[in-house]
């Protein structure tokens, strides 16, 4: 498996893998009504691709099928962090946020954080996030629990 930078190429598979997950994997702790909110079967390809070309996402590959991606911004924010729901428990996430810590640390940054959803929660907890707060987001009218999550480095 391979860390490597975002290519346009990529906009479709990562919106495929992010419904996927979202709907495979996030449904065991949020509800159908949550993940349609969050992961809608329409979701605009225009919308994703400038998202992408903005964030710049880190993919992880493996014999070139994209598994995973994860996005970290200038300030430590991680946004998105997704892994395939096919691969889960495979060391993907692991991968992704040792690339992160890595990258984030030679530019400079000497603080994490994230969003994390109630799946993704004991994920960053093992790997040395603290819970900053819980609380309640909200998309297309629909309400979710996520954590605050933070780590220094």
């Not at 949020?30 to 998202?51: C, F, G, I, L, S």
């Amino acid at each position: 498996m391979i860390i490597r930078e975002y290519k346009l190429s990529d906009t479709k598979l990562i919106m495929k893998l992010f419904y996927d997950t979202v709907h495979e994997i996030n449904i065991c702790d949020y509800t159908q009504e949550q993940v349609h909110a969050w992961a809608p079967e329409n979701m605009d390809y225009e919308v994703w691709h400038k998202r992408l070309q903005a964030k710049l996402p880190y993919i992880a590959e493996n014999n070139g099928e994209i598994v995973g991606f994860a996005e970290l911004e200038a300030d430590g924010h991680i946004d998105c962090f997704y892994c395939h729901s096919k691969y889960q428990g495979k060391g993907i996430g692991s991968k992704l946020l040792i690339h992160i810590e890595s990258t984030a640390k030679l530019q400079g940054i000497k603080r994490l954080y994230t969003e994390a959803s109630i799946t993704a929660k004991r994920f960053f907890e093992k790997r040395g996030f603290s819970v900053v707060r819980e609380q309640q987001v909200e998309r297309q009218g629909v309400w979710f629990q996520n954590y605050v999550m933070e780590k220094y480095l």
